[in-house]
């Protein structure tokens, strides 16, 4: 499945990662039925939904995600028993913005990398996904592709930056409220 024609305009039109911080925030909220980088016509995994108001302002704010998840623990569809970290990974192009979070993470205790892997989620307590790193450029075109030239060159410039409660599980969703607080929520 494609992209609708009318979504594709609209991500098409970003100009700068404001514009794709406020696209991201429009799809999280269901008025967007696709994004860059997902399945078309699919909106936010059932887990995100209660992560929505914080993502959304967290995007309009300049820190736009890109990838999230609750902290959780419990047996899989599959039966193995798995544990996440409270986590959000995305870009900021504004250095004050930048230096806010990272310092109200790290008051908070929270993990903070900004282009490093951070461990997020193990399986049978082995390590099984990350969030971070530096995608390549190569990586970055194929997820963005329907971006222009002027936003894609603001998104690869910005600053990747990874927030992720330190503790497995439900303990770990405290860093929700720490992100709520930074945004005004």
Same mark, same amino acid.
């Given at each position: /499945?494609? /992209?609708?024609?009318? =979504? ?10 404001? =514009? @794709? ?10 008025? @967007? ?7 078309? #016509? !699919? #909106? ?9 108001? &914080? ?6 704010? #300049?820190?736009?995600? %890109?990838?999230?998840?609750? #902290? ?5 569809? =599959? ?13 900021? +192009? =504004? ?15 929270? &993990? ?6 951070? @461990?997020?989620? %193990? ?5 099984? &996904? ?9 990586? /970055?075109?194929?997820? !963005? +592709? ?9 998104? %690869? ?5 990874? @927030? ?11 860093? !929700? ?9």
């Amino acid at each position: /499945m494609k /992209m609708s024609h009318a =979504d594709t305009r609209r991500w098409e039109s970003a100009r700068t990662l404001a =514009d @794709i911080g406020q696209l991201t925030a429009l799809w999280l909220e269901g008025q @967007i039925k696709s994004q860059p980088g997902y399945e078309p #016509g !699919w #909106g936010p995994d059932t887990e995100t939904l209660p992560l929505v108001p &914080t993502l959304a302002a967290l995007c309009r704010a #300049g820190y736009v995600t %890109t990838n999230s998840q609750p #902290g959780e623990s419990g047996r899989g569809a =599959d039966g193995r028993w798995y544990e996440q970290k409270a986590a959000a990974e995305g870009f900021v +192009s =504004d250095p004050g913005l930048y230096r806010r979070l990272v310092t109200a993470a790290g008051s908070a205790g929270l &993990t903070v990398a900004g282009g490093t892997q951070v @461990i997020v989620t %193990t399986c049978n307590g082995r390590p099984y &996904t990350a969030f971070g790193g530096v995608l390549g450029a190569r990586d /970055m075109q194929a997820q !963005w +592709s329907v971006l222009n030239r002027g936003a894609f060159a603001e998104l %690869t410039s910005a600053m990747p930056l990874t @927030i992720a409660a330190p503790e497995y599980g439900e303990a770990g969703q405290r860093m !929700w409220r720490v992100l709520s607080s930074m945004v005004g929520r």
